[in-house]
């Protein structure tokens, strides 16, 4: 009898192993917008497409608008391997140690989206994402939003309107330079907490791009927006590079393959969800929605312009160069 007890437990020990084996892979996904924004979309359109590449090997759990970490904390919970997943700012790699992402946060850098997408999608881009490695991360593109807005409680249809306002702004020092160029006090805040400090008069207002305006009720607090447009909103989707380092040649090809997928998605996404933001809150009656005048954008393109130059110290003046003649613009 002893023999075949011993037969029968090798064979539990390899069906146990075996059914181990084929447990699907995990990747939890965080990021700090809504479901419904561009992110939050393409974000479950990643995990759509991979869950179907890889007939259910890939579970993908996304956690939106804050629930598993807030966007002070997540970029260490990648690190860390809490999470695979993220899709920060481009202006949050500073902190790390990246300055060169804080490009994207320049005042009017990028003329349009025709623009940007030379430098995300090239050599430029391709060549910032490198630099992410030795941090632990790999970055797999770059996720538009849009571009960036003022809101207030008060009109700023030029940048004298802004003079003493208390603005909310991410955590960046290019975004701090811009906030001052127009004589307001940048604030910086997490963005779980932005309506409540709106709502409160904590702070008079905030940058951000439309589609976080609308889906995170922030015009609901803010009696007036202007289409400065003034700065890139848009994200880097990061993986932990540990984590990737061990996922079997097959399982890298999928998710670079949803990734591409998502992007493109996120691209349409975005462009549709910025006029839907707009018509809504314009038909809410709840806050005004301003687009300056030809002459009224020179003042605020004059105003802000100077921080590209006042920063390439930081960023690199190398970069921005490249940057500008990528874009067209005189160096």
Do not use: C
């Amino acid at each position: 009898m002893k023999p075949i007890l011993t037969l029968t437990a090798a064979l539990g020990l390899a069906l146990s192993g075996f059914a181990y084996a084929q447990e699907p892979i995990t990747i939890k996904f965080s990021h700090v917008a809504a479901i419904d924004t561009p992110k939050g979309q393409a974000a479950e359109y990643f995990k759509q497409q991979l869950e179907k590449r890889t007939n259910g090997r890939v579970k993908v759990e996304v956690f939106a608008n804050s629930t598993l970490y807030k966007d002070k904390e997540e970029l260490e919970a990648l690190q860390l391997g809490s999470v695979q997943m993220l899709a920060p700012v481009a202006g949050k790699f500073g902190p790390l140690g990246v300055k060169e992402f804080e490009a994207f946060d320049l005042p009017y850098i990028f003329p349009d989206e025709a623009a940007l997408h030379r430098v995300t999608r090239g050599p430029i881009g391709a060549s910032l994402l490198k630099k992410l490695e030795p941090r632990g991360m790999i970055g797999l593109t770059y996720w538009d939003a849009g571009f960036r807005v003022l809101s207030s409680n008060k009109p700023m249809h030029v940048p004298d309107d802004a003079k003493g306002q208390k603005i909310r702004i991410n955590s960046s020092k290019v975004n701090q330079a811009i906030i001052r160029s127009i004589g307001a006090i940048p604030q910086t805040m997490a963005f779980s907490e932005v309506y409540q400090a709106l709502q409160t008069g904590v702070v008079d207002g905030a940058d951000g791009n439309l589609a976080n305006l609308y889906t995170q009720k922030q015009y609901e607090v803010q009696k007036h927006v202007t289409l400065t447009r003034h700065t890139y909103s848009g994200y880097v989707v990061v993986i932990n590079k540990a984590f990737w380092d061990k996922l079997p040649a097959d399982i890298k090809t999928a998710v670079t393959g949803a990734i591409e997928d998502s992007t493109a998605y996120n691209d349409q996404v975005a462009e549709e969800d910025e006029a839907k933001a707009v018509s809504a809150m314009k038909a809410s009656g709840k806050t005004t929605i301003y687009t300056p005048t030809a002459a009224e954008k020179a003042l605020w393109v004059n105003a802000m312009i100077g921080v590209q130059n006042e920063l390439s110290p930081r960023i690199g003046k190398d970069l921005i160069t490249s940057i500008r003649k990528e874009t067209g613009q005189a160096n």
